[in-house]
């Protein structure tokens, strides 16, 4: 499967149909056919090094590989081949990278592998379930680390919340003065006040959902493209949404609950005398 | 003047100052940590790479070195003619395969490097004394392995390599003397690894007829011939696939592409709040003192001085918040490190987060520039207000 | 010397697309060392024609000379100059910078004129005497009386010497015992030579003051010099 360096070359798309010999098949992923428009039953010529000399195949049939995260990333292109084809193209006589190993039911895979490594020479045997955890052991790293940016980036947005929040109360000082002047109670003032930042930072929240979602397809669409899978990069699942808008909801309304209560707790005439 | 009317302008809303400051410091801390992120594992792999000035990989046709088991057969000719090489400086064979260990009743499973001690680009030593050429029977061994078994300098073991596939037996034992700690510069976190003669190992590892190598480190004399040596080895060494540190780093490069993109754009929304954290607060804080700056226009100072004031406001403000960036970025540096390097078989000696005098200078200046540009705005509308107008208005 | 020569300034505001004419025609000389009030009915463009003097707005039309210099085609950079150096406001609400000391405050027009940081200090110092404030020299705006802060507003507007001292009711948020006392300071100004126009409300300030401007609709409506006091 692994047809790591190997240099593609392409010949025209000629007809090479007329070729008494078969060629050798191949079968190239979905990608590679797009990328070069190539067809089933075209030919193409493939060498491991651009000094290398190449062989012609012929592309027996065009697949799609299973979305593999591992590997979208890198951009190569998969060419599967007959074993012993690769090998000769590779001039690797007799060798192969792994080889997968079906045991009898009921032997359990560590005892098969133990007994496969006994007398190891140039090889080593894993059990599947082993190189699987391995690599959702990458991906646990992976997910860690993103979660440590999405705190530092609620850290972040926690703080410009604030900021707004409290500025947007600040704001009514003078208002704040001219109702208590008026001689409207406390509570009232409080009250609208907080109702204000309650409906602030809901409209806030929702806006910030669709900008999200927005986000997300854009990044979908843009890295999907870039790397041509089906791989979902961003989701925005709804207890991401529900936590976004309960932490901007919670410290919305926290602190606009706190600097309208320095609002009217303050003498009317102090506020007035700041505002002007 | 100028200084006391910024500073205690900023004083004036302590809670409202702390919190920019505190917003500019987190998103400094990601801008950081991106700008570390995005060139630190490149330069840390690549450090790592030429770590003992070996500029060239010789590794199994189609493989990257260490990618794989596979090996590259009848090493000697190809050794010989690389050291016959006018530009070459040293050729440093590196074999790995596993050995045993008894410990006790269990057995211990070791990675054993076989190496030629006069060129071996591989090891740093730490303790004890090094190999030196032609000795059979010393063994250098990482600190990890050295733990694990309970090995001093001067220990006497008993080595066991890979079971021979015709007799399955483990014929080949060695008894070999700790001469020295050495650290391994390619070597994960914690594994148990062993180095001794190149040719000793071969023997271990029953492979003395196939006389392989798992990979060669090549030095050239000077750093511009390296590309040239590079391609000469390929033309005349079909089996192996040839490379140069930098054409290892490119395709390093290549599959850490994710990070470099999420660092690119996780920098980006850090500039943007930043910027927009400090054109918010001066803006609100510029309307709300509008009065004053039409007053201060009134008594005769020039516009270009009311957007000085203004700026130096954000200025402060940006320079306390990159200064709290800069520590809260390497500190979260240090800790997203820690989770980035706990991927499994990664290097020890690799970093992602690499606190570089440069990537911290360009971040904090790149948020210094981003706050004093978004105090812009606010500046030109202070500037700009219609004095009698402005008084009018403030005086109502 | 003439300080002022207005001739014929008129002055147009447009309030979304409405056009109100504050001044509709205004002849005005002032010479140096003369005291003279504004008066008139609210509206009647007296603070109007204080920003114009002052270089604060310019004129629709007519022509404006300060200290002989033609005041209309000037730069921003020019005006902000000439009220910085040659003129000084005293503002009803006084205006100053609450973050700063009372001495600070004075000292800011000299700072900007470019006066060096010693000089500032005892110019300073020796206008905060002058009002009567040496004593709450390093207090901050906000911790003193309206009339230390119309005091400290004084001295800042004499802080440059400029030729000509405008005050758009100074009075008016002081209550009468404390603008007597602000009154009696512009009486030494006078004494000293100072060339002040005073706009106002205030019948006791009118009486005091020699020549009086009476401002209706616009225009002026007496201008009249009192013969004694
Ligand atoms: N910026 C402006 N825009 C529109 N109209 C204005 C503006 N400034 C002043 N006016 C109008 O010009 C006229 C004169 O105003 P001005 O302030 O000069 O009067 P005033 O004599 O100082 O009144 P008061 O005694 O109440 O202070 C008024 O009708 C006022 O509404
Ligand atoms: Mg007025």
Same mark, same amino acid.
């Given at each position: 499967?692994?047809?790591?360096?190997?240099?593609?070359?392409?010949?025209?798309?000629?007809?090479? $149909?007329?070729?008494?010999?078969?060629?050798?098949?191949? $079968?190239?992923?979905?990608?590679?056919?797009?990328?070069?428009?190539?067809?089933?039953?075209?030919?193409?010529?493939?060498?491991?090094?651009?000094?290398?000399?190449?062989?012609?195949?012929?592309?027996?049939?065009?697949?799609?590989?299973?979305?593999?995260?591992?590997?979208?990333?890198?951009?190569?292109?998969?060419?599967?081949?007959?074993?012993?084809?690769?090998?000769?193209?590779?001039?690797?006589?007799?060798?192969?990278?792994?080889?997968?190993?079906?045991?009898?039911?009921?032997?359990?895979?560590?005892?098969?592998?133990?007994?496969?490594?006994?007398?190891?020479?140039?090889?080593? $045997?894993?059990?599947?379930?082993?190189?699987?955890?391995?690599?959702?052991?990458?991906?646990?790293?992976?997910?860690?680390?993103?979660?440590?940016?999405?705190?530092?980036?609620?850290?972040?947005?926690?703080?410009? @919340?604030?900021?707004?929040?409290?500025?947007? #109360?600040?704001?009514?000082?003078?208002?704040?003065?001219?109702?208590?002047?008026?001689?409207?109670?406390?509570?009232?003032?409080?009250?609208?006040?907080? @109702?204000?930042?309650? @409906?602030?930072?809901? #409209?806030?929240?929702?806006?910030? #959902?669709?900008?999200?979602?927005?986000?997300?397809?854009?990044?979908?669409?843009?890295?999907?493209?870039?790397?041509?899978?089906?791989?979902?990069?961003?989701?925005?699942?709804?207890?991401?949404?529900?936590?976004?808008?309960?932490?901007?909801?919670?410290?919305?309304?926290?602190?606009?609950? @706190? $600097?309208?209560?320095?609002?009217?707790?303050?003498?009317?005439?102090?506020?007035?005398?700041?505002?002007? | 003047?100028?200084?006391?009317?910024?500073?205690?302008?900023?004083?004036?809303?302590?809670?409202?100052?702390?919190?920019?400051?505190?917003?500019?410091?987190?998103?400094?801390?990601?801008?950081?940590?991106?700008?570390? !992120?995005?060139?630190?594992?490149?330069?840390?792999?690549?450090?790592?790479?030429?770590?003992?000035?070996?500029?060239?990989? !010789?590794?199994?046709?189609?493989?990257?070195? &260490?990618?794989?088991?596979?090996?590259?057969?009848?090493?000697?000719?190809?050794?010989?003619?690389?050291?016959?090489?006018?530009?070459?400086?040293?050729?440093?064979?590196?074999?790995?395969?596993?050995?045993?260990?008894?410990?006790?009743?269990?057995?211990?499973?070791?990675?054993?490097?076989?190496?030629?001690?006069?060129?071996?680009?591989?090891?740093?030593?730490?303790?004890?004394?090094?190999?030196?050429?032609?000795?059979?029977?010393?063994?250098?061994?990482?600190?990890?392995?050295?733990?694990?078994?309970?090995?001093?300098?001067?220990?006497?073991?008993?080595?066991?390599?890979?079971?021979?596939?015709?007799?399955?037996?483990?014929?080949? %034992?060695?008894?070999?003397?700790?001469?020295?700690?050495?650290?391994?510069?390619?070597?994960?976190?914690?594994?148990?690894?062993?180095?001794?003669?190149?040719?000793?190992?071969?023997?271990?590892?029953?492979?003395?007829? =196939?006389?392989?190598? *798992?990979?060669?480190?090549?030095?050239?004399?000077?750093?511009?011939?390296?590309?040239?040596?590079?391609?000469?080895?390929?033309?005349?060494?079909?089996?192996? %696939?040839?490379?140069?540190?930098?054409?290892?780093?490119?395709?390093?490069?290549?599959?850490?592409?994710?990070?470099?993109?999420?660092?690119?754009?996780?920098?980006?929304?850090?500039?943007?709040?930043?910027?927009?954290?400090?054109?918010?607060?001066?803006?609100?804080?510029? *309307?709300?003192?509008?009065?004053?700056?039409?007053?201060?226009?009134?008594?005769?100072?020039?516009?270009?001085?009311?957007?000085?004031?203004?700026?130096?406001?954000?200025?402060?403000?940006?320079?306390?918040?990159?200064?709290?960036?800069?520590?809260?970025?390497?500190?979260?540096?240090?800790?997203?490190?820690?989770?980035?390097?706990?991927?499994?078989?990664?290097?020890?000696?690799?970093? &992602?987060?690499?606190?570089?005098?440069?990537?911290?200078?360009?971040?904090?200046?790149?948020?210094?520039?981003?706050?004093?540009?978004?105090?812009?705005?606010? =500046?030109?509308?202070?500037?700009?207000?219609?004095?009698? %107008?402005?008084?009018?208005?403030?005086?109502? | 010397?003439?300080?002022?020569?207005?001739?014929?300034?008129?002055?147009?505001?447009?309030?979304?697309?409405?056009?109100?004419? /504050?001044?509709?025609?205004?002849?005005?000389?002032?010479?140096?060392?003369?005291?003279?009030?504004?008066?008139? +009915?609210?509206?009647?463009?007296?603070?109007?024609?204080?920003?114009?003097?002052?270089?604060?707005?310019?004129?629709?039309?007519?022509?404006?000379?300060?200290?002989?210099?033609?005041?209309?085609?000037?730069?921003?950079?020019?005006?902000?100059?000439?009220?910085?150096?040659?003129?000084?406001?005293?503002?009803?609400?006084?205006?100053?910078?609450?973050?700063?000391?009372?001495?600070?405050?004075?000292?800011? +027009?000299?700072?900007? /004129?470019?006066?060096?940081?010693?000089?500032?200090?005892?110019?300073? /110092?020796?206008?905060?005497?002058?009002?009567?404030?040496?004593?709450?020299?390093?207090?901050? /705006?906000?911790?003193?009386?309206?009339?230390?802060?119309?005091?400290?507003?004084?001295?800042?507007?004499?802080?440059?010497? +400029?030729?000509?001292?405008?005050?758009?009711?100074?009075?008016?948020?002081?209550?009468?015992?404390?603008?007597?006392?602000?009154?009696?300071?512009?009486?030494?100004?006078?004494?000293?030579?100072?060339?002040?126009?005073?706009?106002?409300?205030?019948?006791?300030?009118?009486?005091?003051? +020699?020549?009086?401007?009476?401002?209706?609709?616009?225009?002026?409506?007496?201008?009249?010099?009192?013969?004694?006091?």
């Amino acid at each position: 499967m692994s047809s790591f360096g190997v240099v593609l070359l392409l010949h025209g798309l000629a007809l090479a $149909a007329s070729t008494a010999q078969p060629l050798p098949g191949i $079968a190239i992923e979905r990608r590679l056919a797009d990328r070069y428009r190539l067809a089933v039953g075209d030919t193409v010529r493939l060498t491991p090094a651009a000094d290398r000399p190449a062989a012609r195949y012929l592309v027996e049939a065009i697949y799609q590989p299973k979305a593999d995260p591992a590997t979208a990333l890198r951009g190569e292109y998969q060419i599967r081949f007959h074993l012993p084809e690769l090998s000769r193209l590779l001039g690797a006589a007799d060798r192969v990278d792994r080889i997968a190993v079906l045991g009898r039911p009921g032997i359990p895979a560590d005892s098969t592998a133990f007994r496969l490594n006994q007398p190891a020479f140039g090889y080593r $045997a894993y059990p599947s379930e082993r190189i699987a955890s391995e690599s959702s052991r990458t991906f646990a790293v992976v997910s860690r680390f993103h979660r440590a940016i999405g705190v530092i980036s609620i850290v972040a947005s926690a703080v410009f @919340l604030l900021c707004i929040m409290l500025l947007k #109360v600040e704001e009514r000082r003078l208002d704040a003065a001219v109702m208590r002047m008026i001689g409207i109670s406390r509570a009232t003032v409080f009250r609208a006040f907080v @109702l204000e930042a309650t @409906l602030v930072a809901a #409209v806030g929240s929702g806006l910030g #959902v669709g900008l999200a979602a927005v986000a997300g397809a854009l990044t979908n669409w843009v890295y999907r493209r870039r790397f041509e899978t089906s791989l979902v990069f961003s989701h925005l699942s709804p207890d991401i949404v529900a936590f976004g808008v309960g932490l901007s909801l919670v410290l919305g309304v926290a602190v606009g609950a @706190l $600097a309208a209560r320095r609002l009217v707790t303050a003498r009317p005439l102090a506020l007035w005398r700041r505002a002007g | 003047m100028t200084w006391a009317l910024v500073v205690r302008s900023l004083f004036r809303h302590p809670v409202r100052t702390a919190l920019v400051v505190a917003g500019i410091a987190v998103a400094a801390a990601l801008l950081l940590d991106m700008v570390m !992120l995005s060139g630190g594992m490149e330069r840390s792999f690549s450090r790592m790479l030429l770590s003992r000035g070996f500029q060239i990989r !010789l590794s199994p046709k189609g493989t990257l070195p &260490f990618d794989t088991e596979a090996m590259i057969p009848a090493i000697t000719p190809i050794l010989d003619d690389l050291r016959a090489d006018p530009d070459v400086e040293r050729v440093g064979p590196v074999l790995a395969t596993s050995l045993h260990v008894r410990v006790g009743d269990s057995l211990l499973t070791l990675v054993g490097y076989g190496v030629d001690p006069a060129g071996q680009g591989l090891y740093e030593l730490e303790a004890g004394a090094d190999l030196v050429p032609g000795d059979s029977t010393g063994l250098l061994v990482s600190e990890p392995a050295a733990a694990a078994a309970g090995w001093q300098i001067g220990d006497t073991i008993r080595l066991q390599g890979r079971l021979d596939p015709q007799s399955a037996r483990a014929e080949a %034992e060695r008894v070999v003397t700790v001469r020295g700690v050495v650290r391994f510069l390619y070597d994960a976190r914690g594994q148990r690894s062993v180095g001794a003669d190149f040719r000793v190992m071969q023997r271990l590892g029953r492979f003395p007829d =196939a006389d392989p190598a *798992s990979m060669v480190m090549v030095k050239v004399r000077a750093d511009d011939r390296v590309d040239s040596v590079a391609a000469r080895i390929a033309r005349t060494h079909r089996t192996v %696939e040839v490379n140069s540190v930098a054409a290892l780093v490119v395709q390093f490069r290549s599959r850490l592409v994710y990070f470099q993109q999420l660092s690119l754009i996780l920098a980006t929304i850090s500039l943007v709040v930043g910027v927009l954290l400090v054109g918010t607060i001066l803006t609100i804080t510029v *309307s709300e003192r509008i009065g004053e700056f039409a007053v201060l226009r009134g008594i005769g100072v020039r516009r270009a001085r009311v957007v000085r004031l203004v700026m130096a406001e954000g200025a402060v403000l940006t320079a306390a918040g990159a200064i709290g960036g800069v520590i809260l970025g390497l500190a979260t540096a240090r800790y997203l490190d820690a989770i980035l390097t706990s991927f499994p078989g990664l290097p020890a000696a690799i970093s &992602f987060f690499v606190p570089e005098r440069t990537a911290i200078a360009k971040a904090a200046v790149a948020v210094f520039v981003a706050g004093v540009a978004a105090s812009g705005y606010p =500046a030109w509308l202070a500037a700009r207000a219609p004095i009698a %107008e402005t008084l009018r208005a403030d005086a109502e | 010397m003439t300080v002022v020569l207005g001739q014929d300034l008129t002055k147009v505001y447009s309030l979304n697309g409405r056009q109100v004419a /504050a001044l509709r025609g205004v002849s005005l000389t002032i010479a140096a060392g003369e005291y003279l009030a504004i008066t008139g +009915p609210s509206g009647s463009g007296k603070s109007t024609l204080l920003q114009l003097l002052g270089g604060l707005d310019s004129p629709t039309g007519g022509r404006l000379e300060l200290m002989g210099r033609r005041v209309e085609g000037l730069s921003d950079d020019e005006l902000t100059d000439l009220r910085l150096r040659q003129v000084g406001f005293i503002f009803q609400r006084f205006h100053l910078m609450s973050v700063l000391t009372a001495r600070e405050n004075v000292e800011l +027009p000299l700072a900007e /004129a470019g006066v060096g940081r010693r000089e500032r200090s005892e110019r300073a /110092a020796e206008l905060l005497a002058y009002v009567g404030l040496a004593d709450r020299a390093d207090h901050r /705006a906000t911790q003193l009386s309206g009339g230390e802060m119309q005091r400290v507003a004084i001295a800042r507007a004499l802080a440059n010497r +400029p030729a000509l001292i405008l005050a758009d009711e100074p009075t008016g948020e002081l209550d009468a015992a404390t603008g007597a006392q602000i009154l009696e300071l512009f009486d030494r100004l006078h004494q000293d030579g100072v060339t002040l126009v005073v706009v106002t409300h205030d019948e006791h300030l009118a009486a005091r003051v +020699p020549r009086r401007v009476h401002l209706l609709d616009g225009r002026i409506d007496r201008d009249e010099l009192a013969t004694a006091r």
